[in-house]
């Protein structure tokens, strides 16, 4: 059961049965100048991720959403349109409109990605895929400041939420730091077992790109062939200036996005 409300008016349309989305209250506001279908793909995409709308819940279809709100058909399509864009809702023949899921929008700054989604309430699941000792390439003995064919561990991850991949993690660490057990690294992130063992986590070096998924990277994320991946490359350093890890990840781009702050200089 729902009410849609007028804030203008301060009325409201009688209660009637309604999905899963109905439990949700719309409200917009006809005297401001911010389009009303741009006030209700807002608040659609706020319930979404704060979880108010899960993964799965049906929104109906636009006729029925336009009479349950009292808004225009036309209007009511341009908000759901503007959602199926950022991938957060799906249109579905003899269904209606669903909710697929919400992007994990991460900051850029030092935060491991179990962290930020488990405080984004995104609930996150790891499979690690491997967790050896191997000699360290080029690459990443120079990311890490050692001699080439140096033993380094190298976990392969991949990383869910509400049962989707969402990234794919390759990590490389000097042997001494501490030991890596596949049963911890699936109960909880890297970070927080590196801080548990004692490492001063205090800056980092890291690079952000694109590119389009390979056929096996597809398979593992669940995407197209060629679909778009975000990467990112990071090296991190301890209080005492030195490279306690070297992490290659790649995240489907249509789940996850990065997010900054721009500041002008004076």
Do not use: W
Not at 91 to 104: E, I, L
Not at 163 to 180: K, S
Not at 188 to 207: C, E, K, M, N, W
């Amino acid at each position: 059961m729902s009410e849609f409300h007028d804030t203008r008016t301060g009325g409201y349309s009688p209660p009637v049965s309604k999905p899963e989305s109905a439990l949700i209250d719309f409200a917009v506001d006809r005297s401001s100048p911010v389009p009303l279908y741009y006030q209700l793909a807002q608040q659609l995409e706020g319930a979404i991720e704060h979880g108010r709308l899960s993964p799965g819940s049906l929104l109906g279809n636009e006729i029925e959403l336009a009479g349950r709100l009292g808004l225009s058909r036309p209007t009511v399509r341009q908000a759901i349109q503007s959602l199926v864009d950022k991938g957060l809702l799906v249109r579905r023949r003899g269904v209606g409109t669903q909710v697929v899921h919400s992007q994990v929008k991460r900051p850029l700054e030092l935060s491991s990605l179990y962290d930020d989604l488990q405080a984004a309430g995104q609930s996150p699941a790891t499979h690690v895929r491997r967790n050896e000792v191997q000699p360290a390439s080029t690459e990443v003995a120079a990311a890490l400041g050692i001699a080439e064919g140096s033993d380094v561990v190298v976990l392969e991850r991949l990383r869910s939420t509400y049962g989707e991949p969402m990234a794919y993690m390759t990590n490389y660490l000097p042997t001494d730091l501490l030991d890596l057990d596949t049963d911890k690294l699936e109960a909880t992130g890297l970070y927080r077992l590196l801080r548990g063992a004692g490492v001063t986590l205090h800056s980092a070096q890291q690079a952000i790109g694109a590119r389009t998924a390979t056929a096996e990277e597809s398979e593992l994320l669940a995407e197209e062939a060629g679909a778009a991946l975000l990467t990112m490359r990071r090296t991190t350093y301890d209080d005492k200036g030195r490279a306690v890890e070297y992490g290659s990840h790649i995240y489907r781009a249509s789940r996850y996005a990065f997010e900054f702050q721009l500041l002008v200089r004076p």
